[in-house]
């Protein structure tokens, strides 16, 4: 089968499309036939060594959506969809025309999601879900996503929204504005510099009261953010600038009763994963959440360049590859 294979971290240039054969399954596995496997960054983290609890040689790829082709009668032939902090680091992934999965990590994938939508909801809406989660967000619940337009900003939207809370998405971009607007979203741009006067200004023309939830999926906002955020609320962070060091007021904080709450989606395994997806597959198919869009398809065999454009800035948005079987 066509696979994705790095035998050594730290370059790109490690990253090598070879042949290998089709997993053989241990007790209580399932081989899952590879429909669609999503890029997200922290593939490409993974290839260049900035995450150490990776073991090599290593197929890469967290998210997936497949049909069971290996395994209990009654699974062979169900649609699946999955991620987990195991795919990729400590066991090959989904960057290849076949993975293997413990039978614990399978959920039935959405009927009204096709398999490049599926395959693509899987780091960001785990992510979502954690931030949600995590910041107690319900109806009524005051929240504004920074970066809405993001994978993970728009999948956090839909699950606020789902939960009938007050949502304000703010971007950089005028077509990103007019994108969540076509959702229904209450969205506006954010200013042009991350400056705390200017971002509490914006937010509060439209929550009053101050927001209950900043959700930052950009890591460029925190400091403002702490600024803006109203009293007792919370701060969702995903991701740090550069060495991951960020200046902070404290008093700013602490005056607020704020909390700053981190979400690493890479703290949930594949069966803890499965169990919060099948929760999510009926929420789609009740039309409760929408799949994403604007999706990029490549062909597994294109795949090398598309890991290098992306770490260079040359391709943005959200990026699926197709296996050869």
């Known amino acids: ?92 992934g989904s960057h290849a025309a076949y993975m293997k999965v413990h039978r ?31 910041c107690h967000v319900r109806e009524g619940t005051r929240i504004v996503v920074i970066g809405a337009n993001g994978a993970v900003g728009n999948a956090a939207v839909e699950l606020a929204k789902k939960n009938k809370a007050q949502v304000l998405g703010l971007v950089r971009k005028e077509e990103h504005l007019a994108m969540l607007k076509e959702q229904a979203v209450l969205a506006d741009l954010l200013p042009d510099a991350a400056d705390a006067k200017a971002l509490k200004s914006l937010i509060w023309t439209y929550f009053p009261e101050g ?39 404290v008093r700013d904080l602490y005056r607020n009763g704020a909390t700053i709450v981190g979400v690493n989606s890479l703290l949930y395994s594949a069966s803890g994963c499965a169990t919060i997806f099948d929760g999510l597959a009926k929420d789609f198919d009740q039309h409760l959440l929408h799949p994403p869009k604007n999706i990029q398809t490549h062909a597994l065999k294109d795949a090398i360049g598309v890991y290098q454009a992306v770490q260079d800035g040359l391709a943005t948005g959200m990026h699926v590859f197709i296996p050869k079987h």
């Not at 967290?62 to 290996?70: A, N």
Request: overall charge negative; glycine content about 10%.
């Open 211 to 249: 927001p209950e939830v900043i959700f930052d999926t950009t890591g460029h906002w925190l400091p403002s953010a702490i600024s803006a955020i109203g009293t007792f609320g919370q701060i969702a962070v995903i991701v740090a600038p550069g060495n991951g060091q960020v200046t902070i007021s």
């Open 104 to 134: 614990s990590a399978i959920s039935l994938k959405p009927q009204s999601l096709s398999f490049e939508e599926a395959a693509n909801c899987g780091t960001p809406y785990m992510t979502a879900w954690g931030a949600i989660q995590s």
């Open 1 to 92: 089968m066509q696979a994705l294979r790095f035998n050594q971290t730290g370059d790109l240039s490690y990253l090598e499309l070879v042949d290998l054969p089709i997993p053989s399954l241990e007790p209580d596995e399932v081989l899952i036939e590879i429909k669609a496997g999503r890029l997200n960054r922290n593939d490409i983290s993974n290839v260049m060594g900035r995450l150490p609890y990776t073991t090599i040689p290593r197929t890469p790829g967290r998210d997936y959506s497949g049909i069971i082709q290996q395994g209990p009668a009654e699974l062979i032939g169900k649609e699946v969809w999955g991620t987990g902090k195991e795919n990729g680091f400590i066991q090959d």
